[in-house]
């Protein structure tokens, strides 16, 4: 592959993880104000959240697997 294949699949891998670090910081952030809400439910929204950004997660790794299929294929 050629460099300027490269420099997409690093551009792609990094937007990948700008945009879920950005999800996980909205779903945090939001989980805090509802548990500073409603403390009594702090054990479900904590594993609500923690499924959420679990989810989020996937996103950046999907894009590194695809990343390197396309860089080593």
């Not at 590194?64 to 396309?70: E, N, P, S, T």
């Amino acid at each position: 592959m050629n460099g300027m294949g490269l420099i997409g699949a690093a551009i792609a891998v990094a937007g990948a993880a700008i945009g879920a670090s950005l999800g996980n910081g909205k779903v945090i952030s939001k989980t805090i104000e509802s548990v500073a809400r409603q403390p009594e439910l702090q054990s479900r929204l904590q594993m609500m959240m923690f499924i959420g950004v679990g989810l989020i997660e996937a996103v950046p790794i999907m894009a590194v697997v695809i990343a390197f299929i396309l860089v080593f294929k």
